[in-house]
């Protein structure tokens, strides 16, 4: 029931810090969604009341289409978020942290009639607690993941180091990507910051985390700080 916190690199190079949800908030967020579907089931209910047996076919297709699209739906279209998740902060993105798709959504929503064994939710509910993601089988079988959705930040300060003057001038193009490497840094992962240093050795003059600190040398140079 505890959240815990998992890194995943993206191909970029990006590391992305994917604080997972625990068993307590996904619980409060399904109650959520389940009240929101009963209430509409239920207005829905007393119009359809009124059709006779027309409307109690359209009843069973709003109870299939709640049951089942709902949250499929929301989870492909919504970002990941049904109501309730949304009202909790949480998201479903798959395992590398990219959006969720139709197949991994359906999948892990059909998975629900295993996870509900063999009474209210009991394998659920022990995959939650065994697997250091808190994952029920249905996300492990689909590859997703359900977590916390981070505040949305602007680009971050370019770390403050000692600012070292460029080798060489540069046209304001080029000293603006220095200074938007070195705002982004914190989001790489150091080696992918070394591969990124290491294209510029006429300006670094140097390899690996010493080329690192140079081309952040640099972009505070840029920056005007001492």
Request: proline share 7%.
């Amino acid at each position: 029931m505890v959240d815990t916190l998992t890194l995943v690199e993206t191909p970029e190079g990006i590391a992305l810090r994917l604080r997972a949800a625990g068993m307590l908030p996904r619980a409060a967020a399904w109650v959520i969604d389940l009240a929101i579907r009963i209430g509409v089931l239920w207005v829905c209910a007393i119009g359809f009341a009124l059709a006779g047996e027309f409307g109690m076919a359209l009843n069973l297709i709003l109870m299939f289409s709640l049951t089942w699209g709902y949250p499929v739906l929301f989870e492909v279209l919504r970002d990941g978020q049904t109501p309730g998740k949304m009202a909790l902060g949480l998201r479903v993105v798959n395992a590398n942290g990219t959006p969720v798709g139709w197949v991994a959504s359906i999948v892990r929503n059909l998975m629900r009639t295993v996870d509900m064994l063999p009474i209210l939710y009991g394998f659920g509910l022990v995959s939650g607690l065994i697997d250091r993601s808190s994952r029920r089988l249905g996300d492990i079988v689909a590859g997703t993941l359900v977590v916390h959705v981070e505040p949305a930040h602007g680009h971050s300060a370019a770390p403050v180091v000692p600012a070292v003057p460029s080798p060489l001038p540069l046209p304001a193009a080029e000293q603006g990507a220095i200074v938007a490497f070195a705002e982004r840094s914190r989001q790489l992962t150091p080696e992918r910051q070394r591969e990124l240093a290491e294209l510029l050795p006429q300006l670094t003059q140097a390899r690996g985390a010493v080329a690192v600190q140079r081309l952040l040398g640099l972009a505070n140079s840029f920056l005007g700080r001492d």
